[in-house]
C-alpha cells in the first residue's frame, strides 16, 4: 500500500522557467510532509516541509503547497537552474519515531540551460 | 562540517554469505536510521535506533539484524544474503529523535549480491 505517491517518473524543465514536482497521499491525519533531494552517487538531502496545519511553506526559490482536501502536495521550484537537476523524493514523517519516512517513488528534473 | 559516513561505500557478496554495513553518525547525534533503496524504488525504511536502543522497526527481514553501540556508530547485519538484498543502503543520523528535516544522509553502501 503506496501512501506517498508521485505520478511522475521524470520532468524536463527550462532553465529559468517554473518546475512543479507532484505528490498525492493516502490515510491522512496530523502529518508532516518533506522533500527531499538527491544527486547520483549521494544520500538525500533535506530540501524544505509541511505541516498539515499550514498551506504553504516557502524557502527562497521553493514553495511547498499543501492542499489536504485533494491530499496532494506539489514543489515549485522558480526560477529552475541546471543544478537542480536531480531526484527528488516527496516524504511523510511519522511511526514512532519521527525519523521514520515514506517516500515516494521519485521524480527525476532535469533543467536545462 | 562532519557528515554520516558509511563504509563500505560498495559490497559485493556471493548468495548465501553475510554482510556488515557500518555508519557513523555525525558528532553528538544519537538517532540512527537505516533505509533500503532497491534498483528503481523509493527508500524504505528500515530500523531505526535512540540512544543504543532500537526505537521503531520498517520492513526489515528477519535475516537482518542491527545495533547501535557505546560511541553511537551502527552495523547492519545481513545474513544469507539473497540476490533481492541487491539495493544501496542508506544511513541517517539525527540529534534527539528529530523530525525529518534533521535526518543527515551519509552517501549509502551499493550492495550487489552475485
Known amino acids: 500500500d503506496q501512501q506517498v505517491k508521485q505520478n511522475s517518473p521524470s520532468l524536463s524543465v527550462q532553465e529559468g522557467r517554473i518546475s512543479i514536482l507532484n505528490c498525492d497521499y493516502t490515510?491522512?491525519?496530523?502529518?508532516?510532509f518533506l522533500w527531499y533531494k538527491k544527486y547520483p552517487a549521494e544520500g538525500p538531502t533535506f530540501l524544505i516541509s509541511i505541516s498539515s496545519i499550514k498551506d504553504k511553506n516557502e524557502d527562497g526559490r521553493f514553495t511547498v503547497f499543501l492542499n489536504k482536501s485533494a491530499k496532494h502536495l506539489s514543489l515549485h521550484i522558480v526560477p529552475s537552474q541546471p543544478g537542480d537537476s536531480a531526484v527528488y523524493f516527496c516524504a511523510r514523517a511519522g511511526g514512532t519515531s519521527y525519523g521514520k519516512l515514506t517516500f515516494g517513488q521519485g521524480t527525476i528534473l532535469t533543467v536545462h540551460p | 562540517a562532519a557528515g554520516v559516513i558509511q563504509s563500505p561505500r560498495h559490497l559485493i557478496k556471493e548468495k548465501r554469505e553475510t554482510a556488515t554495513l557500518k555508519c557513523y553518525p555525525i558528532p553528538r547525534h544519537d538517532t540512527v536510521y537505516w533505509y533500503q533503496q532497491g534498483p528503481g524504488q523509493d527508500p524504505q525504511f528500515l530500523i531505526s535506533f535512540y540512544e543504543k536502543m532500537q526505537s521503531d522497526k520498517g520492513s526489515i527481514p528477519d535475516r537482518f539484524s542491527a545495533q547501535q553501540f557505546s560511541d553511537y556508530h551502527s552495523e547492519l547485519n545481513m545474513s544469507s544474503l539473497e540476490l533481492g538484498d541487491s539495493a544501496l543502503y542508506f544511513c541517517?543520523?539525527?540529534?534527539?529523535?528529530?523530525?525529518?528535516?534533521?535526518?543527515?544522509f551519509g552517501s549509502g553502501t551499493q550492495l550487489s549480491v552475485l
Open positions: 490515510n491522512s491525519m496530523f502529518d508532516y
Open positions: 541517517a543520523s539525527s540529534p534527539e529523535g528529530g523530525l525529518g528535516e534533521k535526518l543527515f
